[in-house]
C-alpha cells in the first residue's frame, strides 16, 4: 500500500474539519453525541490540558453547525454517527469563545475580555447574516459591550425561531493564570460580587430563562472547578459531567481506541515495533488517568502525547528521544 495512503497522525492538531479533509486519523468520539443531548442543555467538561477537549466540542461544532446541513457525508461518513444521525443535526448556529485567548494582566483583563467577545461575535455575524433580517450585522456592533450584543443575537433569533448552540472553551484560563500570579485579591473582582466575569454567566443564565430562547445548549470546558464553582452559584442551570461514568472516555484515549489505532497503522507497514511492545511503552507514561469512581477499570492515555509518540514513531522510524534516554 502507498505510504501516501495513509492517515496521518492529527499531533497537535485540533480543527476537526481540517483533520477530516485532510485524511488524518481520527479515534472517533461520536458515539457520546446522543449521550451528550439526552444528559442536559448546558454542560460542563474539566479535564488536564491537552487532552483533546478542544478537539471535541470543534467535532460538536462541526456536527450541530447549521451551515453544514449539507456536508454531513464529507465531514461524517466514516463516523459512527453517520449511520445514527439524531433530530438535532444541523440545526443551530454556532457561537464559540476560547477564553485562553483573553489578557489576563489585571490591568487589560476585563478590556481584553471584550475584545475577544467582539471578536467572536463578529465571526458570528460573518457566518450566519444570511439567516437574519436585513441590517443584523449594522444593528449588532450599534451595542456597546459583549453582554448587550449577547442578548441582541439572542433576542432577534428567538423572534425568527433560530437556535444557538454556545461553545466555551478554556473558560477557567485567564482566570487560573490571576490566581496563579496575581494572587486572590484581583481574582475576587473578576469572579466575585459585581465581578464581570460572574456578570458574564448571569446573563447567559438570563438568556436561557425566557420561553422559546434560541439559546437551547451550551458546552463549556475547562480545566480546574475553581472557577466554576465561583462564577456560577449565579448561572446553576449547567450540569457538570466531568466526574460521570458515562463520559470518563469522552475525551483521552482507552487502551482498546489506542489498540485499534496501532493495528491500523501496523497493518499497513508503518510501524517497526509490535502493538503490544508500543502499548506496554506508552502505558508507564501516559495511561493511569481516571475521572470517575466507578470507571476504575477503564484508565485513559492522554491523547496528546500519545499522538506526539506515534508522530515520532511513524515519521522518525524509533521511540522519542526521552524514551530511549531513559
Known sequence: ??????????????????????????????????????????????????????????????????????????????????????????????????????????????????????GRLVEFADKYEHLFQPGFRQELMSRTTASTRLDYINSTASRLRLRIYLIIDEYDNFTNTILSTFGKDEYRKATHGEGFFRYFFNVLKFLTSGNGMALERMFITGVSPITLDDVTSGFNIGTNITTSPLFNALVGFTETELRTMLEYYSARGALTLGVEELIADMKPWYDNYHFSEECLNESMYNSDMTLYYMNSCLKLGKKPREMVDT
Not at 453547525?65 to 466514516?78: Q, R, S, T, Y
Open 1 to 118: 500500500m502507498e505510504q501516501n495512503s495513509i492517515k496521518g497522525i492529527p499531533y497537535g492538531l485540533s480543527d476537526y474539519e481540517s483533520l477530516t479533509r485532510d485524511n488524518c486519523y481520527y479515534v472517533d468520539k461520536t458515539h457520546f453525541i446522543p449521550l451528550i443531548e439526552q444528559e442536559a442543555r448546558y454542560l460542563f467538561l474539566i479535564r488536564p490540558r491537552r487532552f483533546g477537549k478542544t478537539l471535541l466540542i470543534n467535532m460538536l461544532a462541526a456536527y450541530y453547525d447549521i451551515n453544514n446541513a449539507d456536508h454531513f457525508k464529507e465531514l461524517f461518513g466514516e463516523r459512527w454517527i453517520y449511520e445514527h444521525p439524531t433530530a438535532l443535526r444541523a440545526k443551530f448556529m454556532i457561537l464559540r469563545f476560547n477564553f485562553s485567548a483573553v489578557n489576563s494582566t489585571p490591568g487589560r483583563l476585563e478590556e481584553s475580555f471584550e475584545e475577544h467577545c467582539t
